[in-house]
């Protein structure tokens, strides 16, 4: 199998914004006072350090809360020796929500990256739908990626990528930096179901495709039992306000030895294939076929 495109990485990923609930372990050279166990910033984004007292660093990097610390505590200590390491992330949630195996919120511990996020939910569903959607709140910019479109409403952004370029790395630029408070919607797919007279009756996940044709349909259902009256298959089509399916004859039989027009299936269809005793679909007949196809299991 073949292994996915590695991402290339140009730059060192940015540091991580610190916030409330984050947990540190700090040292400064010639203060003692300091606790030896890990500090946690408070819900207000505070440290509260001896001699410097209460110093807000919510929002600034590992860096730049040193720095800050560097200059507070130059005042009372010569040349200090200030290191700092995060111990626990809590201020960097994430939901994943939708078609994937275990949806929820997460914690992102440092930078993660679009895939490594939808791989701590389990990765897609087999349900699944083509696109992601990553919603993202104001304070952190605009959500973006090459060829994709971001629509604004409310201040927030939001963009929908395809699961593929970011699982399969043809796109680096795809699998975006992940910020925290981003929500990443997985849609589930539209599906086109067959049932009846086939080897394999299922539910079929459209995924990157608009559109199956009969003959596609009856292939990813293994073809026809020997019994099938494939010539009087029926397509089974909810129409909007409208309690009773349109009902559309096909022969299945003439489509797939090439002497009949292949017919298009749009999402949610049926395709029903009867037996040699049931060839006119009865009303009960439909009516079966729509209440099984509900629980089917569904195949890519």
Do not use: C
């Not at 409310?154 to 699961?163: A, E, F, L, Q, Y």
């Amino acid at each position: 199998m073949a292994q996915p495109a590695l991402q290339r990485r140009d730059a060192p990923e940015p540091e991580v914004a610190l916030g409330s609930g984050d947990q540190i372990v700090l040292r400064v050279s010639e203060l003692d006072e300091l606790p030896k166990e890990p500090i946690r910033i408070d819900p207000n984004g505070n440290l509260d350090l001896p001699m410097i007292g209460t110093t807000h660093v919510a929002g600034m990097t590992a860096t730049e809360i040193k720095a800050k610390l560097t200059a507070a505590y130059s005042k009372y200590i010569q040349s200090p020796e200030v290191t700092l390491n995060v111990t626990e992330y809590q201020s960097r949630p994430v939901s994943v929500l939708g078609s994937v195996a275990h949806a929820g919120v997460y914690q992102m511990q440092g930078p993660k990256r679009l895939a490594e996020v939808l791989s701590l939910a389990g990765g897609a569903a087999v349900d699944a739908g083509p696109d992601v959607v990553v919603t993202r709140k104001q304070q952190w910019g605009k959500v973006s990626a090459p060829g994709a479109s971001t629509s604004l409403a409310g201040g927030d952004s939001s963009v929908s990528i395809p699961i593929n370029n970011i699982m399969s790395g043809k796109v680096p630029g795809d699998n975006i930096l992940v910020m925290p408070d981003d929500v990443i919607a997985v849609p589930r797919a539209e599906l086109v179901y067959v049932v009846g007279n086939v080897r394999h009756a299922g539910a079929f996940a459209l995924n990157q495709n608009s559109a199956l044709t009969v003959a596609q349909a009856v292939s990813l259902a293994q073809g026809f039992t020997p019994d099938a009256a494939a010539s009087h298959a029926r397509i089974l089509r909810r129409v909007e306000n409208n309690a009773t399916p349109l009902e559309i004859k096909v022969d299945a039989n003439r489509i797939l030895a090439g002497k009949a027009a292949d017919q298009p299936l749009m999402a949610n269809d049926i395709l029903f294939i009867p037996n040699s005793a049931m060839k006119a679909s009865s009303k009960r007949v439909i009516e079966a076929a729509i209440g099984i196809s509900t629980g089917m299991l569904i195949y890519r």
